[in-house]
């Protein structure tokens, strides 16, 4: 017991001791030896964040378009694989939304979606914003509730009224401090009334801010701004999520019916399906992710072969401090621990050095970047037995060297 | 009689340079007992460094055998002479082989780091500072060897040599770098060990340093050319006393 505790514990430490005096005595050396693996490491880490940071952002963008969702573009054809790019042709009218709403089971809710871009004019402010063109359901629909003030109506969409809901940008950038409810907006020199102000939502998945706009009633784009007899996109809640692909099944039969689709013809819409886009773009961050990771660890391995270079140096130079250990009684395999514990100590010095150094470039990019990477525990584990195995792997043969010196060569060495 | 610590039976070693065989040490026959003080003298390049190599268990002979404290040494793998190396032998070198940037006592305490098993790290830093106080040394613990005398340094490499308790002290040249008074001093520490029951060996080219020796073997091309008693054995004490005497001599004849 007591030997075995000797061997396992007490003697590595008592090594350990003598590794780090070592380091210490060749402070700058050691430094610009472990550089190698600080650039490494900082690099995998921060790398990691950013992807991760990156992804997290994505998905929480993917999570801001509401609870089971299902999005239906008009007239983009998948054909061999090639996205046409959606919303090119306009296919979908407000007979197809009213038809969808009618016939499909298990819609909690809908509301078609038509969009333009204008100068909105308020107390003597101009600002050019995107005009939303929605059902009063949308904010059901997109969990997207009004913060004070509330959503036009039923009504408001029969008449086209001439009302509108102002994103909190919108608000801030035309009225200031000013509560902006009951106050006139002017598009295109048509006053609108504002009824209330939408919650802020921040950067949507085009990385547009969704908070800049001003919600109409569809029925008021279409007929007062665009004269555009159909719609860009229909918004539609499904039930549950386990009733996703029975209803995305069900809608995308109805329209092809009702556009006389023939069989052999591709969809002349698209259906997005929340699930869909949260898993394509998990692949893709997780791709740049592991691509970043690997260009990081090319620094890695080039700093595990500059502890190496040392290690070498390091073993020629002490050459005769061996000889005078092995003359006292040190066997090999005590010389090799000692050279083997100097190196894994330096990777761990540079892992440690890398770790914060990573957690600080995360943080700085995060300042930068409109995302905020996120530095994740198993990245930082991963970093650090990266670095610790880069020691042992790269310090192997310089310290086996120095172990198999023959004890009175090394004292003779000048 | 009890055996012989050391027996060398026609040991030799061949070094082998590329074509040609140097035969630095030939064929050595020699017996010592426990408790000599043997002084080993002979021409540069006679061989003593290297049959001083072999007792100490760093080299091989190449022919021969050698039996340490009754062990057949050839058959020994570089482990167990490491082992050997540590508990039984104390060498002492003419450049004193110091850890340059470690303190007297680290350097002290080096032999009991590679000591199994391991001592408590408080009873391995009294041993250290024992073996310091026995050379002399108490004041210089925490000094490192360049801050130290050529023989304070010498000490400090003596201390090590002792500090595991060694039955042989193995010391090639141990004053060949050091002044007149300063070989006195470690001489006499020598003799100091001898007369406390350590073994040991020295290399000297000096005939007045080989006489506080007990016995002086005579080397010549790899060979033992002689080997006797010391006729006119100096001791360390009388021989400080003169050197104080003659010295005060000489400030009193020195012109004013
Ligand atoms: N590593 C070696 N390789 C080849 N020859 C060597 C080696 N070491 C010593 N020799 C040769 O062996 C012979 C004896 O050398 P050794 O060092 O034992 O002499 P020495 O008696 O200690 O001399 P000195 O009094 O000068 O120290 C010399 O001729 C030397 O050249
Ligand atoms: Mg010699």
Known sequence: MIPLLQALVLRPLLTAMIALRALRRNALRSILTALGIIIGVASVVAMVAVGNGARDKIQGEVAALGQNILLVFPGSKRSAGVNAGMGTAASITLQDTEAVRREVRDIAGLSPEVWTSAQAIASGRNWSTTISGVDPEYISVRDWPVARGAMFTERDVRSAAKVAVIGSKTANELFGAINPIGQTVRINNIPFIITGQLSSKGAGLGGDNQDDRLVLPYTTVMKRLTGEKTVKLLNIKITSADRMETAQAQIRALLRQRHRTPAADPDDFNILNQKEIAEKVASITGIITLMLGAIASMSLLVGGIGIMNIMLVSVTERTREIGIRMAVGAQGSAILLQFLIEAVTLSLLGGTLGVLGGMGTAHAIGKVANFQPVVTADSVILAFSVSCAIGIFFGFYPARKASQLDPIDALRYE | ?256
Do not use: W
């Open chain 2, 1 to 256: 009689m009890s055996s012989p610590i050391i027996q060398l039976d026609r040991t030799a070693r061949v070094y082998r340079t590329g074509d040609v065989d140097v035969h630095a040490v030939r064929s050595v026959s020699l017996n010592i007992q426990r408790g000599e003080f043997v002084a080993i003298m002979g021409s540069s390049g006679s061989g003593k460094s290297t049959l001083m190599n072999i007792l100490g268990c760093l080299d091989r002979a190449t022919a021969g055998a050698y039996h340490l404290d009754g062990v057949n040494i050839s058959s020994l793998t570089r482990r167990q002479l490491a082992t050997l190396r540590n508990r039984k032998l104390g060498f002492v070198f003419q450049n004193f082989n110091l850890l340059s940037r470690t303190t007297a006592l680290e350097n002290v305490e080096l032999p009991m780091f590679y000591r199994k098993p391991l001592m408590a790290l408080r009873s391995q830093r009294q041993r250290a500072m024992q073996a310091l106080e026995r050379v002399g040394l108490a004041d210089r613990l925490h000094h490192r060897p360049n801050q130290l005398s050529g023989g304070q340094q010498q000490r400090i490499a003596i201390a090590r040599a002792l500090v595991n308790e060694p039955e042989l002290v193995l010391a090639d040249e141990p004053t060949g770098n050091l002044d007149t008074r300063t070989s006195i001093d470690i001489m006499g520490l020598f003799q100091e060990l001898n007369d406390s029951g350590i073994t040991i060996v020295m290399v000297t080219h000096e005939l007045d340093i080989a006489s506080y020796c007990k016995r002086m073997v005579i080397m010549r091309d790899g060979n033992v050319i002689s080997d006797t008693p010391t006729t006119h054995r100096r001791m360390a004490d009388e021989e400080r006393a003169r050197l104080n005497e003659a010295e005060r001599d000489a400030s009193l004849d020195s012109p004013p």
